[in-house]
């Protein structure tokens, strides 16, 4: 929605999101929809897209099994994703892992070691956090949920960040 305060940008749309044209709709939507209550942030006050516009993925029998999208495809995507946060113009954008940094910003960058800081590019100030996939795959359920509670724990800097003085 135009005017949102937070525009959240995930990788590419999944299989769900795909077939409904939705983004964050299948398993790692509703993750994100949890985290978003249990952070305080009401989804419908923000604006939520991907870097990559178009589902890669492989096909294994009836499933479409989801694929990284390459450098290449995040960088022809990039001006949609531009035009996007012009529209917008959000307070805040919070990048959902890599993929969705390399489209914001066009570089590569380690987001397990900036992950939590809000990074400025381009007139833009960007929170890195991983991705909600990166929960669901976790094996241990005691990592997955100190993991989880580490990201509820970045959408509420996101939250705060946005409540503050103009900077």
């Known amino acids: 929605m135009p005017g949102a305060e937070i525009m959240f940008v995930g990788e590419q749309p999944g299989d769900q999101e795909d077939l409904t044209g939705k983004p964050f709709v299948g398993p790692a939507g509703v993750m994100f929809q949890?985290?978003?209550a249990d952070a305080g942030i009401e989804r419908q006050?923000?604006?939520v897209t991907n870097a990559v516009k178009?589902?890669?993925?492989?096909?294994?029998?009836?499933r479409r099994v989801h694929m990284t999208p390459s450098s290449g495809e995040?960088?022809?995507?990039?001006?949609?994703?531009?035009?996007?946060?012009?529209?917008?113009k959000p307070?805040?954008?919070?990048?959902l892992g890599a993929t969705a940094?390399?489209?914001?910003t066009g570089r590569k960058v380690p987001v397990t070691k900036i992950r939590g800081s809000v990074e400025?590019?381009?007139?833009?100030?960007i929170l890195v956090t991983v991705h909600p996939s990166y929960l669901l795959r976790l094996?241990?359920?005691?990592r997955a949920l100190a993991e989880y509670t580490r990201f509820v724990d970045d959408l509420r800097q996101a939250r705060v960040w946005c409540d503050a003085p103009v900077r």
């Open 34 to 36: 949890r985290a978003l």
């Open 45 to 47: 006050k923000t604006f």
């Open 54 to 62: 178009h589902f890669k993925f492989e096909p294994r029998g009836k």
């Open 74 to 88: 995040v960088t022809k995507c990039r001006f949609r994703l531009s035009r996007e946060i012009a529209i917008i």
């Open 91 to 95: 307070k805040l954008i919070v990048a």
């Open 101 to 104: 940094m390399l489209g914001i």
């Open 120 to 125: 400025a590019a381009d007139d833009l100030s």
């Open 139 to 142: 094996p241990d359920k005691e």
